[in-house]
């Protein structure tokens, strides 16, 4: 069974850190592009940083540039979001997808709150 799993999310004071993970099962990521997404309530979607596998090529949003690193473990196919120097607006839900050519896989999301 193909599945993406992200965890270590959870509640943290401003300024605070935290690192998110996105494990996959049934597949590797060899070729694939992992992106981390969030969504806050009543938002929209947010593209927050993403990983070429093949390259480590990465792209962050401008709304976490610096304060955020992706970076893979291609052993564990895994791939993590440090995120560091935390504001209230980073809370969101936030999700890994992974995409190679026609194929995405997306999970289920881990919850981040930041208090003021």
């Known amino acids: 069974e193909v599945q993406l799993v992200e965890t270590g999310g959870g509640l943290v004071q401003a300024g605070g850190s935290l690192k998110l993970s996105c494990a996959a099962s049934?597949?590797?990521?060899?070729?694939?592009?992992i992106a981390w997404f969030r969504q806050a309530p009543g938002n929209e979607r947010e593209g927050v940083s993403c990983?070429?596998?093949?390259?480590?090529?990465?792209y962050y949003a401008y709304s976490v540039k610096g304060r955020f690193t992706i970076s893979s473990d291609n052993a564990k196919n895994t791939v993590y979001l440090q995120m560091s120097s935390l504001k209230p607006e980073d809370t969101a839900v936030y999700y890994c997808?992974?995409?190679?050519?026609?194929?995405?896989?997306r999970g289920q999301g881990t919850q981040v709150t930041v208090s003021s």
């Open positions: 997808q992974a995409t190679e050519g026609t194929y995405t896989y």
């Open positions: 990983i070429s596998i093949n390259d480590n090529t990465t």
């Open positions: 049934g597949f590797t990521f060899d070729g694939y592009a």
